[in-house]
């Protein structure tokens, strides 16, 4: 369980609901992840949607990774004012505007996009002008998530030719990732799933080989099957994004051998007590404002008695029911309360307390988030 105290004195000054992270175990985190890839001979491009963070950005860019991950051409945007370079926007990019936006942050800086539809390329093509610099494309291939993505080996090759006939465009490789299956709980299923996941992916790599297509990327993955995913001999990079912060989802996720996924749990949100007029449960300030509801109810605290759990209670509120005979929290006292779904809870605040090893308090912009 982390350091952090909800009501030491590092966290004192902070107006609640707050985020908070522990610069520590995000480092550890970060470590353990890149001294994986490193280990297996594979890149890692951290996906950005997790923590949207300049700051992270450059811890993860300084352990080794190749480059980021994007969800947005906001995110990618804010991540290249911030000096983030090589940056892959993992979702197609379609309309005008977009595209527009697109090209401009090209000109400026190192991009890759991904397209799974001849219209996408030839739209991306007719928005780049003949002195542009070269664009790299990676063709998304559905892996099984039944989201985005071309469906057959066959489609692949037609749409990496086309990619390849266009002067302004580069085919650079694949992206397969399989959210489907990052948080399938049993190890051994997940182990399986990602194995499964693996077979139409390959055999894109195949066909394209025989059409002298071989592809230089192959992007993908998640926390959930990266473990898998580096044994597995399939991608070049991994597209890995809440190991930096964990949360509760991935809190229920176990390995093969029945234990926990080995990172550590650095994102909470700090709220205070702000009712306790019922026995057994006491009600705070985080609502659905405050953490994100797509996700299991939270199942870390520090600050009330282990066995309490969380409730939502409208957008501003939240119950904790405590365990019986459980001395409550005194109203006013503060209580860290552990992540949902960290990727968008992280996107209901503006930036992070984060709380530094020798006890002083940083704050960290968060950004890219659609305004």
Same mark, same amino acid.
């Given at each position: ?62 352990? %080794?990774?190749? %480059? ?139 066909? /394209? ?10 992007? %993908?993955? %998640? ?67 405050? /953490? ?29 029911? /405590? ?37 002083? /308090? ?10």
């Amino acid at each position: 369980m982390p350091s952090l105290d909800p009501n030491g004195a590092a966290l004192g000054g902070v107006a609640t609901p707050g985020l908070v992270i522990e610069a520590a175990l995000v480092d550890a985190n970060i470590e353990r992840m890149q001294a994986a890839a490193r280990r297996a001979g594979v890149s890692l491009r951290p996906h950005a949607k997790t923590h949207k963070s300049p700051d992270i950005a450059r811890r993860q860019r300084q352990a %080794g990774a190749v %480059g980021m991950a994007c969800a947005t051409v906001r995110e990618a945007e804010d991540m290249s004012v911030a000096g983030i370079s090589d940056v892959l926007i993992t979702s197609p990019v379609v309309g005008p505007d977009k595209l527009g936006r697109v090209v401009e942050l090209h000109r400026r800086s190192s991009i890759m996009l991904v397209a799974d539809h001849p219209a996408q390329v030839d739209a991306i093509a007719a928005a780049l002008r003949s002195d542009d610099p070269l664009l790299s494309l990676l063709v998304d291939v559905d892996v099984g998530q039944a989201r985005t993505g071309i469906v057959s080996p066959r489609d692949a090759v037609a749409l990496a030719r086309q990619i390849r006939s266009i002067s302004q465009l580069c085919f650079a490789g694949l992206q397969g990732y399989a959210g489907h299956i990052q948080h399938v709980v049993d190890g051994k299923e997940r182990r399986q799933a990602t194995e499964d996941a693996a077979v139409l992916l390959r055999a894109v790599v195949e066909a /394209l080989r025989a059409d002298d297509l071989a592809p230089e990327v192959i992007s %993908g993955s %998640g926390t959930g099957t990266s473990a898998f995913d580096l044994a597995g001999d399939c991608y070049t990079e991994l597209q890995t994004g809440s190991y930096v912060f964990m949360d509760a989802d991935y809190g229920r996720v176990r390995e093969p051998d029945g234990t926990e996924l080995p990172y550590q749990h650095a994102l909470f949100v700090l709220a205070t007590v702000v009712s306790a007029n019922r026995a057994g449960q006491v009600t705070v300030d985080a609502g659905t404002k405050a /953490l994100a509801v797509n996700g299991p109810a939270p199942d870390r605290f520090i600050g009330v008695p282990a066995g309490s759990s969380y409730a939502f209670a409208g957008d501003e509120h939240g119950t904790i029911k /405590l365990p019986t005979g459980a001395m409550p929290p005194a109203i006013g006292s503060r209580v860290l309360i552990g992540a949902t779904h960290c990727d968008p809870t992280v996107n209901l605040h503006g930036s992070y307390h984060v709380v530094n090893a020798d006890g002083g /308090l940083t704050r960290w912009p968060i950004v890219g988030r659609y305004s």
